[in-house]
Structure formats: structure tokens, C-alpha cells
């Protein structure tokens, strides 16, 4: 979808018959089978009635990612964009190689075709998830406040060192954490 036609994209957050990662089945031709990539309004719908649009990735009976199966002519040609999600159907995930199988097909006949195998889903209640960003944290920052982070750095590293050196080498360490200590103390004193 172009940043033009995004613009008109109504503020809708749900619900939504299918969310990204469902698979779905064509109605009519239930061996076109793909996985959603992205669900929206039409951007171009006048009703008040919701029209859906999908983006699907579709699979070929083997189960190989295929992308598009019409020609994409200029458009993308990893998914089948804008799909109108009436010639869908939620499905669980097929069981492939998708095979021919008897269909019902409701007037007491039954006929053979190729089918996904796969139990049909009711449409769902999707809500998208709404981005929230973390809130900022501002700290001050100054050669100060460096050099603090960095004697406090350099303490954690001396009592790490302080726990594996010989017996003999600990008095000296330990004599550096105290002076990088006194000096960090020193620093976070009020200037007066």
C-alpha cells in the first residue's frame, strides 16, 4: 500500500477477522493456501460495513514458500498484497503435501479435489497491538558524572580481581579499592 492511499488509512484497531500469522485457505480453491502477513481496512471502502484486506504468503501444495502466485507487475513478489479476506477462510495449519480428498458438497453428493485437509476457524476478534514507546529517561551527564561511572566500574573489576589473585597480592588490591572508593565519595560530595 503506497504512502498516499496509508494516509487514508481509517484509525481502526479492531477487531479483525484474521491477525498476522494465521493460515488461511482460498474458499474456492481450497489448495491455495498461505499464511497472513498483514490485515487493514480498505483504505477506499464508502459503506459503513468493514471491508478487509490481507496480504498473504502463499505456499504451493508441497508446502514450499511460493510468495505470489499472480504476476506481480512492479508490485512485491513475497506476498499476494490486498487481498479481499471474503475469498478467505481461516484455516489450522495444513497438512502437507496437500492431496485429492472427498469433499461434501452439501447436496448429498461428494466430489474429489485437492484440499488442505486442515479443520476450518470461525473468523476471530483480533484487536492490533498498539506500539507504545518507553518512556525517556533523562540523566545528566557531565565529566563528573564519567568519571564516577568509571571509578565505579573500576572498584566491581578490582573486587572481582581481589577474589582470584594469591593470598600475598590481596593487601595491595584491596588498599586500591579503598582509595577508588574515598575518591568516588569525594566526587559525589556537594561542591560548595
Known amino acids: 500500500m503506497d504512502e498516499e ?10 477487531p479483525f477477522p484474521v491477525k498476522k500469522g494465521d493460515w488461511v485457505a482460498m474458499k474456492d480453491t481450497p489448495s491455495k493456501v498461505g499464511i497472513v502477513k498483514n490485515v487493514y481496512l480498505d483504505p477506499f471502502m464508502e459503506s459503513d460495513r468493514n471491508k478487509f484486506l490481507v496480504d498473504v504468503t502463499m505456499y504451493n501444495g508441497s508446502g514450499d514458500c511460493v510468495g505470489r502466485i499472480s504476476p506481480h507487475c512492479g508490485g512485491p513478489k513475497t506476498f499476494e ?19 485429492v480428498k472427498r469433499i461434501q458438497t452439501g447436496d448429498g453428493k461428494s466430489t474429489l479435489m485437492l484440499h488442505h485437509g486442515s479443520n476450518v476457524l470461525p473468523d476471530g476478534h483480533f484487536m492490533k497491538k498498539i506500539r507504545r514507546m518507553a518512556p525517556l529517561k533523562f540523566e545528566r551527564t557531565s565529566d563528573i558524572d564519567v568519571t564516577i561511572s568509571a571509578l565505579r566500574l573500576a572498584s566491581e573489576k578490582l573486587n572481582q580481581t581481589l577474589k582470584v589473585v594469591p593470598e600475598n597480592a590481596r593487601k595491595d588490591i584491596s588498599d586500591r579499592i579503598k582509595e577508588v572508593d574515598a575518591e568516588i565519595n569525594d566526587l559525589m560530595k556537594p561542591m560548595s
Open 5 to 14: 492511499n496509508m494516509s487514508k488509512q481509517p484509525n481502526f484497531d479492531g
Open 81 to 99: 498484497p490486498a487481498m479481499p479476506w471474503e475469498l478467505f477462510e481461516r484455516i489450522e495449519k495444513p497438512y502437507f503435501p496437500i492431496t
